[in-house]
């Protein structure tokens, strides 16, 4: 575990409750961070090196502020260590780009840490887009609306270029969107910083295209008090109180699909706006997805799967983000080449 700050240590409680896996080592210089490896009785290095030259773990997460997971991310796949990267997968797109290359050509697995796709509600829907029910899609909304307290914004750099909740937060929303959806092409993006008067964005409105011909809207926010983003709806982290609400809608040319709650609609005949509609509700049992990220990193480890979350997945999610930036900075649509270095 290198890093174990706030979600460092929430990989090391899912591998302790893990039957797969055992902690070999963490990786932190902060005093607080020896600590915690001395009360779980693991292993401490300060530095990745020391690690590196003492140990050969079968796998490391990376969980370190972004800046980080470059050269740190870079030095497990030279040591042929299969990694699991946080999210974002780098600062930006050039060096996600060029932790994507290390990986290809060492043929070393890379994983990126957007967990959300490893919950059971998330494969359900996809099970339900992929399997027609929903007829074509045409269009998504999602919702990332919620407030975080004013001391958040004491710590400087989460009120500068880099931070602000498109970043933070909205790349989840859009590797999802990614998932279920399919490949982003083109975004176009307006933002707004008037509450807080932050440098950063605290509001962003942003419109997608996507390849298979969908269209969408999402808009995130920090500064509006309400209940409908997926922090707030899907009860993956106990951190955040529950509000039982929706965030996302799919709509198709059969049916549409309101998420996280797994509740669709559709019409048994004729579809017409002039015939009532019918509503079922999937009842799926819930599962933390950092557990299961956990035991699917150890399949991949073991050959027996392959990536859920790819670095390329971390790479193009980063990617349409810049792009989100990039339109509502410049006014303009921008299109998103899949793959490309931005
Ligand atoms: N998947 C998610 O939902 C999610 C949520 C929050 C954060 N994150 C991501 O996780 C990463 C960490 O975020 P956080 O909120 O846990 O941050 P944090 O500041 O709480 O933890 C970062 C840790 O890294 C340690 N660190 C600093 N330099 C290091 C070095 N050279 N080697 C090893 N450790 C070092 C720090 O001491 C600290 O303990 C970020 O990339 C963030 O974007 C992901």
Same mark, same amino acid.
């Given at each position: 575990?290198?890093?174990?700050?706030?979600?460092?240590?929430?990989?090391?409680?899912?591998?302790?409750?893990?039957?797969?896996?055992?902690?070999?080592?963490?990786? /932190?210089?902060?005093?607080?961070?020896?600590?915690?490896?001395?009360?779980?009785?693991?292993?401490?290095?300060?530095?990745?090196?020391?690690?590196?030259?003492?140990?050969?773990?079968?796998?490391?997460?990376?969980?370190?502020p972004?800046?980080?997971?470059?050269?740190?991310?870079?030095?497990?796949?030279?040591?042929?260590?299969?990694?699991?990267?946080?999210?974002?997968?780098?600062?930006d797109?050039?060096?996600?780009?060029?932790?994507v290359?290390?990986?290809?050509?060492?043929?070393?697995?890379l994983?990126?840490?957007?967990?959300?796709?490893?919950?059971p509600?998330?494969?359900?829907?996809?099970?339900?887009?992929?399997?027609?029910?929903?007829?074509?899609?045409?269009?998504?909304?999602?919702?990332?609306?919620?407030?975080?307290?004013?001391?958040?914004?004491?710590?400087?750099?989460?009120t500068?270029?880099?931070?602000?909740?498109?970043?933070?937060?909205?790349?989840?929303?859009?590797?999802?969107?990614?998932?279920?959806?399919?490949?982003i092409?083109?975004?176009?993006a307006?933002?707004?910083?008037?509450?807080?008067?932050?440098?950063?964005?605290?509001?962003?409105a942003?419109?997608?295209?996507?390849?298979?011909?969908?269209?969408g809207?999402?808009?995130?926010? /920090?500064?509006?008090?309400?209940?409908?983003?997926?922090e707030?709806?899907?009860?993956?982290?106990?951190?955040?109180?529950?509000?039982?609400?929706?965030?996302?809608?799919?709509?198709?040319?059969?049916?549409?699909?309101?998420?996280?709650g797994?509740?669709?609609?559709?019409? /048994?005949?004729?579809?017409?706006?002039?015939?009532?509609?019918?509503?079922?509700?999937?009842?799926?049992?819930?599962?933390?997805?950092?557990?299961?990220?956990?035991?699917?990193?150890?399949?991949?480890?073991?050959?027996?799967?392959?990536?859920?979350?790819?670095?390329? /997945?971390?790479?193009?999610?980063?990617?349409v983000?810049?792009?989100?930036?990039?339109?509502?900075?410049?006014?303009?649509?921008?299109?998103?080449?899949?793959?490309?270095?931005?």
């Open positions: 575990m290198v890093g174990a700050g706030l979600v460092g240590q929430r990989h090391v409680d899912a591998i302790a409750r893990s039957q797969d896996a055992a902690v070999a080592a963490i990786v /932190d210089p902060s005093e607080a961070a020896r600590q915690f490896a001395e009360e779980g009785g693991y292993p401490w290095y300060a530095e990745l090196s020391d690690m590196l030259a003492a140990e050969r773990p079968n796998g490391a997460i990376i969980a370190t972004n800046a980080l997971h470059l050269p740190q991310g870079l030095d497990l796949l030279r040591a042929r260590i299969p990694v699991l990267i946080e999210k974002p997968l780098a600062d797109a050039t060096s996600a780009g060029e932790l290359a290390e990986a290809e050509a060492g043929e070393v697995p994983l990126v840490g957007h967990h959300r796709r490893h919950n509600i998330i494969q359900a829907a996809k099970e339900k887009i992929s399997s027609g029910a929903l007829g074509e899609i045409v269009a998504v909304n999602g919702l990332c609306w919620l407030y975080k307290p004013d001391d958040y914004f004491d710590t400087k750099w989460r500068q270029k880099g931070a602000g909740p498109v970043f933070i937060n909205l790349i989840h929303d859009v590797d999802l969107m990614r998932h279920l959806v399919g490949e092409t083109a975004v176009e307006f933002q707004a910083s008037a509450v807080r008067g932050h440098e950063v964005e605290d509001t962003s942003i419109i997608l295209r996507f390849a298979g011909g969908a269209l809207t999402l808009s995130v926010s /920090d500064t509006i008090v309400a209940p409908w983003s997926w707030l709806t899907a009860a993956e982290n106990p951190a955040y109180p529950e509000t039982q609400q929706n965030c996302y809608f799919i709509g198709g040319t059969h049916g549409s699909l309101e998420l996280p797994l509740r669709s609609w559709a019409q /048994d005949g004729v579809r017409s706006w002039w015939e009532p509609i019918g509503q079922s509700r999937a009842d799926i049992s819930k599962a933390d997805p950092l557990d299961a990220q956990i035991s699917h990193f150890c399949q991949v480890i073991r050959g027996k799967a392959t990536p859920l979350v790819s670095g390329t /997945d971390g790479l193009r999610s980063l990617q983000i810049a792009a989100i930036k990039q339109s509502a900075d410049d006014g303009v649509p921008v299109e998103v080449t899949p793959g490309a270095a931005a």
